[in-house]
């Protein structure tokens, strides 16, 4: 086939301006993030409570920063008390470093709280110690004061393992996923739910020692699955977390991560 020099010229235009309105056209659209593949890289995720506003604010609560690896692990620093607004133009890394230094101040707050608690509770046994030591010198005072003398005992070691324990950084969990329905509520009755597990360190309650504990993320398109949220210049999308035990009606958390500007949202994309 021959074309005209005019016509050739028309007809090169034509295919360069096609090409470069492609390009313009893929460039300018940018799609939602897939999970789990997502899951599966190199970021950062958190649990953000914005409780029964549809709207991210600075206020909303961080309470739990995640790192997968991208090597199918996650490293969790959990019970945390972060202010989505102070992430405001944050990389990743600056977010991890925060998550970082709060829970170790976390340890060393829980440590300092058991330290007083028991000082007030071997302090009450030895004024104990001494009230039943002026009852006399009697077989059933003696057991009194052995007894007194056993919790004391008990005590002081419960103390200094408390005073000598040191702060450890949290250590990668595997991380497994599969796919279910999610049945709980008459709006999302049968919508695909992505069921994310691992295990996180959370300190004992009386002690310094940390316990594995697993948890399960029943997660599901929410508000920020079509349009991300942006606080201070920085932009998020996430899932809903659905069934957690202290969830109110009207009382939202979603399972979200930092994106850039115009990122459409996020999907589930059953494997």
Known sequence: MSFGGRTMKTWIKLALLSVVAVMLTACG??????LPHALQSDRVWMDVHHGEKTELDPHNTV??????????????YTGLDLDLG???????????????????????????????????????LRKESIKVWQEGNSKEVREKLKKIDEKIKDLREQF??????????????????????????KYNKNKTQLIVSFEVQELAKESMEYMNVRIQK???EGFFGSNAGEVKGSYYVGLSEAGLEEDEPGDYHDFMTPVEKGRKGIKIIEE
């Open 160 to 185: 200094n393992a408390v005073d000598f324990a040191e702060y450890e950084s949290p250590k990668p969990s595997p991380v497994s996923y599969s796919f279910g329905k999610y049945d709980e509520d």
């Open 63 to 76: 309470t739990a920063v995640y790192h997968f690896d991208g090597k199918g692990n996650v490293l969790a």
């Open 86 to 124: 102070d992430l405001g133009g944050k990389n990743e890394k600056q977010i991890l470093e925060l998550a970082q230094k709060q829970f170790e101040r976390n340890f060393y707050r829980h440590k300092q709280q058991l330290r007083e608690k028991l000082e007030v509770q071997l302090e009450a």
């Open 29 to 34: 659209e940018k799609e939602k993030i897939p």
């Open 218 to 220: 029943n997660l599901r």
